[in-house]
């Protein structure tokens, strides 16, 4: 595959659950078991020979040939992946786990690697909140399985042997210039195993009957009044005055109150 004229294809982004936890054999054991995993399923389908891979670490890129059915994709290939996982975590103390997202769109390729806005959002699909979430959610699930919604509702949606259109559900993914609704789905489950929300926030207390009346009291307090000081008559507005008032200073032209000041 290379040619830098977009054609539309099917893509797939898969990654390993907390591969970066894993020591270097441990790593080793696991990127080989994805490879076995998903080489096995692409046989299956008869796409062997039909799909462009690229290795991205801890995961896998893959774009299909345009010939190649969704359909078969979204049902065969991904059942054969479950079982393909299932089989290679009995008995062994780190399972395999898989998040894995598909969408189609356009796509090329320059000669380094695949690109295309479908290719981004693939691996964003992949990569998302929801997807972390329902793998952490519960430990017993291997493989977390969405789709974009225009695939969901293209081809899942239309059902088909080992597609199960009545057991995805749908949930935002938001992130960078990500705002869409994806569909989650894992394999054999009815629903994916959400994460509870989380608890409101504990509302505030609200203020005592001794807390109100003082605030009250507050507001009621005048912040303009007079005082008279030997006999000169003074006005406090929105002020305090703090200690004694000892006397009144008169201007020599004015002995008025007006122009007077405490001292």
Not at 109 to 116: A, F, K
Not at 167 to 191: G, M, S
Not at 221 to 226: A, F, G, L, R, S
């Amino acid at each position: 595959m290379s040619s830098h004229e977009a054609v539309h294809r099917l893509v797939v982004s898969a990654d390993v659950k907390g591969s970066g936890r894993l020591g270097h054999q441990a790593k080793l054991r696991s990127r080989r078991a994805m490879y076995e995993v998903f080489e096995a399923a692409f046989a299956a389908v008869g796409v062997a020979g039909q799909v462009h891979v690229e290795d991205r670490g801890d995961g896998v890129l893959a774009a299909l040939a345009p010939q190649v059915p969704p359909a078969a994709m979204v049902g065969l290939w991904l059942e054969e992946v479950h079982q393909g996982v299932r089989e290679h975590n009995r008995g062994v103390s780190e399972p395999l786990r898989l998040r894995i997202a598909m969408h189609g769109g356009p796509v090329s390729h320059d000669g380094r690697g695949l690109v295309g806005r479908a290719v981004d959002l693939t691996c964003r699909l992949c990569d998302s909140e929801p997807a972390r979430a329902i793998l952490a959610a519960d430990d017993g699930v291997d493989v977390v399985f969405v789709v974009s919604d225009v695939l969901y509702r293209s081809v899942v949606a239309e059902g088909g042997r080992f597609v199960e259109p009545e057991h995805y559900r749908p949930l935002p993914v938001r992130a960078k210039e990500t705002d869409e609704v994806a569909w989650f789905h894992v394999p054999r489950r009815t629903r994916p195993p959400l994460p509870a929300p989380a608890p409101p926030p504990a509302p505030q207390s609200s203020p005592t009957p001794a807390e109100t009346a003082s605030v009250d009291e507050a507001r009621q307090w005048p912040t303009k009044y007079w005082i008279n000081v030997n006999g000169h008559n003074q006005i406090v507005d929105g002020a305090e005055v703090h200690g004694d008032i000892v006397g009144v200073r008169v201007t020599p032209d004015d002995d008025s109150a007006e122009g007077a000041g405490p001292t």
